[in-house]
């Protein structure tokens, strides 16, 4: 059973525009939600991540919005360059007793293709 | 990616080989994993090991194993490697002091079981 979904599972943009990635996940456990990048030959490097408690949080031309009801969050990417081209990966955790997280649980992944 | 190295980067094998893939860490991170990607698939987890003591199960363990020799280094063995354990294996840390929610991939290992 999957427990994060993501959606689209590729996508093209024009440079400029805006890239739209969403999640949705099941387990309501869940506390922390991050959005990893990976460019061919790369590892998953950690793009931003957001907590449940916040609806939204923005690095630079990065933004996560964020729908704890719906259980659904989303990465934006203003102003689509070239350079962003890469597959893209949602993940959520949960806190572990005794402190810290558990490993990670990883949507399917999106291919983006930013169009010059 | 320098912080956390694996070796080797690329493996081809034959089935019912015993193989060792390694994982070494200077972040000084007390937390480490073992996760494989396949294409359209996501990555899972295999293994996670919180100090040298302390060993889990992930998602798709079952035909792996892993030693967690010191705190920098961790390593996954396939006891008897099968053609569906081809895949892209990653090694990530995380820190406890930070909350251990922040996990840093090394490099990859390219794996072929023919």
């Known amino acids: 059973q999957q427990q994060v979904k993501q959606s689209p599972q590729s996508l093209i943009v024009q440079k400029g525009g805006i890239s739209i990635i969403n999640c949705a996940y099941e387990?309501?456990?869940?506390?922390?939600f991050p959005w990893y990048q990976q460019f061919p030959g790369k590892g998953p490097a950690l793009l931003i991540a957001?907590?449940?408690?916040?609806s939204e949080k923005k690095e630079g031309r990065f933004t996560i919005s964020f729908n704890k009801s719906a259980k659904q969050f989303s990465l934006h990417i203003m102003d689509s360059q070239p350079g962003d081209s890469a597959t893209y990966f949602c993940?959520?955790?949960?806190?572990?007793?005794?402190?810290?997280?558990?490993?990670?649980?990883f949507g399917k992944g999106t291919h983006l293709i930013i169009q010059p | 990616d320098a912080d956390v190295t694996q070796t080797p980067r690329n493996r081809i094998t034959k089935t019912g080989k015993r193989i060792m893939l390694e994982c070494s860490q200077t972040?000084?991170?007390?937390?480490m994993y073992w996760y494989r990607q396949d294409p359209g698939l996501g990555l899972r987890l295999i293994y996670y090991?919180?100090?040298?003591?302390?060993?889990n199960k992930g998602e798709i363990s079952d035909g792996y194993s892993v030693s967690r020799q010191a705190q920098a280094k961790f390593s996954l063995s396939l006891e008897s490697a099968i053609p569906n354990q081809t895949a892209l294996y990653f090694c990530?840390?995380?820190?406890?002091?930070?909350?251990?929610?922040?996990?840093?991939f090394g490099p990859g290992t390219r794996l072929t079981v023919t």
């Open positions: 990530a840390t995380s820190d406890r002091t930070s909350g251990a929610y922040e996990q840093y």
């Open positions: 387990n309501t456990a869940f506390d922390y």
């Open positions: 957001i907590r449940p408690d916040v």
């Open positions: 993940a959520a955790s949960m806190r572990r007793t005794g402190g810290g997280a558990d490993g990670l649980t």
């Open positions: 972040k000084g991170h007390d937390r």
């Open positions: 090991s919180f100090d040298v003591k302390d060993i």
